[in-house]
């Protein structure tokens, strides 16, 4: 069955970086395109970037030239690295298979910016 686990989350202060990543198994990652979504509290699920396997990356507005999304194939992995992080980047970071937030999704990794 499809697993994913995320890792990398931690307290950070503004302005900080951190890396995420996430693993999967039970399917054929090199050919599944993923998605970073992240929910802070009391807000919804959002999508933040998505990884196309054959084609581009893409990010939603607040997070473009900031945070970078890469893959690992070799390993199942993919990896969000965040830079300059504001106080509305605080949230649980999920990696869900495939484009958009309806697929299976990991238990997530807690970010949290704070002064």
């Known amino acids: 069955q499809v697993q994913l686990v995320e890792s990398g989350g931690s307290l950070q202060q503004p302005g900080g970086s951190l890396r995420l990543a996430c693993v999967g198994s039970?399917?054929?990652?090199?050919?599944?395109?993923m998605t970073w979504a992240r929910q802070a509290p009391g807000k919804e699920l959002e999508w933040i970037a998505v990884?196309?396997?054959?084609?581009?990356?893409t990010y939603k507005q607040s997070v473009k030239g900031r945070f970078t999304v890469s893959r690992d194939n070799s390993n199942n992995r993919m990896f969000l690295d965040m830079n300059n992080l504001t106080l509305e980047d605080s949230a649980m970071y999920y990696c869900?298979?495939?484009?958009?937030?309806?697929?299976?999704r990991g238990p997530g990794t807690q970010v949290i910016v704070s002064a």
């Open positions: 990884t196309y396997y054959g084609g581009p990356f």
């Open positions: 869900l298979k495939g484009v958009g937030l309806s697929g299976p």
């Open positions: 039970g399917f054929i990652w090199s050919q599944t395109s």
